[in-house]
Structure formats: structure tokens, C-alpha cells
């Protein structure tokens, strides 16, 4: 039988690295992507939207912010450690509501992706503002008034003819069955538009993708 380990000397730097093992460096990534959801797909997709404050709200939400998330040039980190708190106070949430209308989506955008940004939750959030207002949404988009049915590589087109210095190779349209699920814009550190190979290539293949109305 082995005999319990008495007076064992554990070096200090083992201890760090073991308390340390599994997590992601923050900071330690490439560029953002700035995920825009179309919201009446999201709404289509819920057993119940109406419990939904981006669904069942007085206002008629066309694409929202669904997250900003720091990218490496193959993968992403995610969930990281933090000296900022999991919970998102409503106080700092609710500014937001306008282009991230729940709490639920602010929360969890933050300890998914947020806290692997280095950022205190509030430099996050005014960076999820600031790439947001980076983006001009195609107005024949932007308004979502009527049922629309589009290549993937149209809706891409609207967007970098409505963007200057936004290509083809640094957006990337998803896909939710045939309906449009979301359009996903790289952008470096400080904002300017990139291209993302791996994002590119994640694009939805579909010949057509539907855009259902904002009710």
C-alpha cells in the first residue's frame, strides 16, 4: 500500500499553474466578429415568444446585436476568467436594450465571450456600442417591412455596398434552416473592417435564404 505523502513541497509557480490550468488568457486573441441576429428568425424559431422581450415587446426588432466576440485566426476562447463578476447589473444591461434587448442575451454574451476580452463589463459593452455603430444595416434591410428572399451572397453584397472597406471575405451570412439566422462582421481591434477566412468559409450554402418580416 503507498504511504500518505507527508511535508510534500509544492514550488509556488506549480500551484499558480495548476489553479490556472483550463483556463484562457484573456486578451490573448486576434480580432472581434460582430454577430447581428435577424430577429423575426429568432422569434419564428421559440416555442413561446411572446414570453420574449425581444419578441413579444411593443417594439419590432429587424437585426439585433447577438454578440461580440473575440476570434483567433482558427477557434475562438470563450468563457474565461475574469476579475469581473458573472452577473451583468441591470443598471449597466438595460442602456443596451435598444440593440440587445434582454438581460438573459447581455449576461450570457458576457461570460461567453466578454470575459476574454480583458475589458471591465462596462469598456465591453461600450464596445459592443461602438462596433454596432460601426455597421451601416442596408435600409431595403434594415427596415424588415416585407418578406424577402435573397442569395446569401446578395444580402453580403448590400452590406459591403453599404460599408465602404467591408469585403466579401470578412462577412459571413448563417442560415436557420431557410430562413436567415444571423450576418457575422470581422472587425479588428480598434474597429476597422478585416477580412476572416474561417469565418467566410462557416457561410451558409443555400441557394436562397428567406428574411421573415418584423411584425
Not at 470575459?115 to 434594415?142: M, N, W
Not at 418578406?147 to 455596398?161: A, G, I, N
Not at 444571423?182 to 474597429?191: M, P, Y
Request: hydrophobic content about 35%; overall charge neutral.
Amino acid at each position: 500500500m503507498d504511504q500518505p505523502l507527508r511535508g510534500l513541497f509544492i514550488p509556488f509557480a506549480v500551484l499558480v499553474l495548476l489553479a490556472t490550468a483550463g483556463t484562457v488568457k484573456a486578451q490573448s486573441f486576434d480580432f472581434y466578429v460582430l454577430s447581428l441576429s435577424w430577429s423575426p428568425t429568432y422569434c419564428a424559431t421559440q416555442r413561446d415568444a411572446r414570453r420574449s422581450p425581444q419578441c413579444g415587446s411593443d417594439e419590432s426588432f429587424g437585426f439585433i446585436v447577438h454578440g461580440l466576440w473575440p476570434q483567433y485566426e482558427k477557434g475562438y476562447p470563450e468563457f474565461c476568467s475574469s476579475r469581473e463578476p458573472n452577473r451583468v447589473p441591470r443598471a449597466l444591461g438595460e442602456p443596451m436594450f435598444d440593440i440587445m434587448p434582454s438581460m438573459g442575451l447581455i449576461g450570457h454574451q458576457w461570460r461567453k465571450h466578454g470575459s476574454c476580452t480583458g475589458l471591465t463589463q462596462r469598456a465591453y459593452f461600450e464596445a459592443v456600442r461602438r462596433a454596432f455603430e460601426r455597421i451601416r444595416i442596408p435600409p431595403d434591410l434594415a427596415e424588415g417591412e416585407e418578406r424577402l428572399t435573397l442569395s446569401p451572397s446578395e444580402v453580403e453584397r448590400k452590406f459591403t455596398e453599404a460599408n465602404p472597406g467591408m469585403g466579401p471575405r470578412g462577412i459571413a451570412v448563417r442560415c436557420e434552416r431557410r430562413r436567415l439566422e444571423e450576418v457575422r462582421i470581422c472587425l479588428t481591434k480598434d474597429f476597422r473592417f478585416r477580412d476572416c477566412a474561417e469565418v467566410d468559409r462557416g457561410g451558409c450554402r443555400l441557394d436562397r435564404v428567406e428574411l421573415p418580416p418584423a411584425d
